[in-house]
T-cell receptor
Framework: KAGVTQTPRYLIKTRGQQVTLSCSPI?????VSWYQQTPGQGLQFLFE???????NKGNFPGRFSGRQFSNSRSEMNVSTLELGDSALYLC?????????????FGEGSRLTVL | GENVEQHPSTLSVQEGDSAVIKCTYS??????FPWYKQELGKGPQLIID?????GEKKDQRIAVTLNKTAKHFSLHITETQPEDSAVYFC????????????FGRGTSLIVHP
C-alpha cells in the first residue's frame, strides 16, 4: 500500500502570495488532518477533514483553509502569506478519524516565505 | 485547552545506554498518549502508544509508562543504537476534545556510536 503523499515537497513564496498544498492519503483512509511544524511551536493541528467535511479546526487564522475531495485527497490553502507561515506542513491520514489512534504522516511540504 | 510539556529538548547518549524522555499534560480528560519518531526529512511515525486504562506498555526495546495521577508519561528506550537518533514527539488527546492531538515540542535524541 502506498503511503501518504504530499506535493510539492518544497516551495518558496513571497509575502502576500497564496499557496496550495496537496495531500493524497493512504488508500481507504477517509480522514485527513493537517499540521504546521515549526522549530519554535512544534507540531500544531490545523484542521481535519472526513468525507469531504471539515470535522475539527485548530486555532489558526482564517487565512488557512482546506478542502477534501470525494477521493479523500485533500488540499490546504494559505492566503496572504506572512513570513511566520514558513514551516513544514504535514498531513496525516487515518481510516476513520482522529479517534482511531495512529496517524500516518506524509513527508511534508516545506514552505519558505520571503 | 490541553498543554503538553516535553523534556529534555536534546538528549545525547552513548550507544547501548538507555534514554528517557518525559512529558506532562494538563487536561485530566486526556486518555490517549502516542509517541512519534521523526527522522531527518521524513514525517513522524508512531512507535508506541498507550491509553489511560494501562500504566505501562512495552515493545521490544521501547516502553511507555503513564502516571494519570501526576499527569505525566515517559518514553524509555533501552540498548540505544545509532539508528534511534531522531526527533521524538509525545502527544495527548481526549475523546472530549474530538481526539485533536496536542504535541510536545520534541526531543532530539543523538546516539553516539
Amino acid at each position: 500500500k502506498a503511503g501518504v503523499t504530499q506535493t510539492p515537497r518544497y516551495l518558496i513564496k513571497t509575502r502576500g502570495q497564496q499557496v496550495t498544498l496537496s495531500c493524497s492519503p493512504i488508500s481507504g483512509h477517509r480522514s485527513v488532518s493537517w499540521y504546521q511544524q515549526t522549530p519554535g511551536q512544534g507540531l500544531q493541528f490545523l484542521f481535519e477533514y472526513f468525507s469531504e467535511t471539515q470535522r475539527n479546526k485548530g486555532n489558526f487564522p482564517g487565512r488557512f483553509s482546506g478542502r477534501q475531495f470525494s477521493n479523500s485527497r485533500s488540499e490546504m490553502n494559505v492566503s496572504t502569506l506572512e513570513l511566520g507561515d514558513s514551516a513544514l506542513y504535514l498531513c496525516a491520514s487515518t481510516e476513520n478519524g482522529l479517534n482511531t489512534g495512529e496517524l500516518f504522516f506524509g513527508e511534508g511540504s516545506r514552505l519558505t516565505v520571503l | 485547552g490541553e498543554n503538553v510539556e516535553q523534556h529534555p529538548s536534546t538528549l545525547s547518549v552513548q550507544e547501548g545506554d538507555s534514554a528517557v524522555i518525559k512529558c506532562t499534560y494538563s487536561d485530566s480528560a486526556s486518555n490517549y498518549f502516542p509517541w512519534y519518531k521523526q527522522e531527518l526529512g521524513k514525517g513522524p511515525q508512531l512507535i508506541i502508544d498507550i491509553r489511560s486504562n494501562v500504566g505501562e506498555k512495552k515493545d521490544q526495546r521501547i516502553a511507555v509508562t503513564l502516571n494519570k495521577t501526576a499527569k505525566h508519561f515517559s518514553l524509555h528506550i533501552t540498548e540505544t543504537q545509532p539508528e534511534d537518533s531522531a526527533v521524538y514527539f509525545c502527544a495527548a488527546s481526549a475523546s472530549g476534545g474530538s481526539y485533536i492531538p496536542t504535541f510536545g515540542r520534541g526531543t532530539s535524541l543523538i546516539v553516539h556510536p
